[in-house]
């Protein structure tokens, strides 16, 4: 049985990672645009997994006696400054979400709600992973500089990583 605290703290994250899922959508659709397919796909790859990210918890609260929510998502920007800033977004929104995973991780361990601070651990490590691959490419972004054939690569480089990624689902 999950506690009213714990499920309301669930159902903010329920936000954000659904909010995640919408701007790295929005980012995808201009990553097309701009004509960057390679990382349009992967920011495509990225977008399914927050919204995977959001069904585990929905499905945690509902497993548990409680009630997910559908949260309604603020729109997300339509146009981005360059491609450099989407991955400066990226790891912004990603560290937000690490530090409200922690914070939600202290409230479990307040409450000494040990499935939930089971279930977290999930998305601790993936946090981590997550900053890490997006710390990586802002590393070969700085390299690239404004280099077009450096960016190109890059772009190629995004696009297998994601055809990769589907595979392993199978959805590739
Ligand atoms: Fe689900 Fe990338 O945070």
Known sequence: MISKNIEKALQQQIALEAYSSAFYLSMASWMDAEGFEGTAAFLYTQSDE???H???I???INDNDGQAVVPSTEAP?????DYH???LNVLSQEQAVTASIH???NQAVKEKDHAAHNFLQWYVSEQME??????????KLKIIGNDGSGLFLLDNELGKMALNAGKEEGTA
């Open 54 to 56: 959001m069904l585990k």
């Open 103 to 105: 914070e939600l991780v």
């Open 85 to 87: 800033t989407c991955f």
């Open 77 to 81: 920007p339509k146009k981005f400054k």
């Open 50 to 52: 927050e919204r995977m």
């Open 58 to 60: 929905f499905h945690f």
């Open 130 to 139: 997550e900053e890490k691959q997006v710390k990586t490419i802002l590393n």
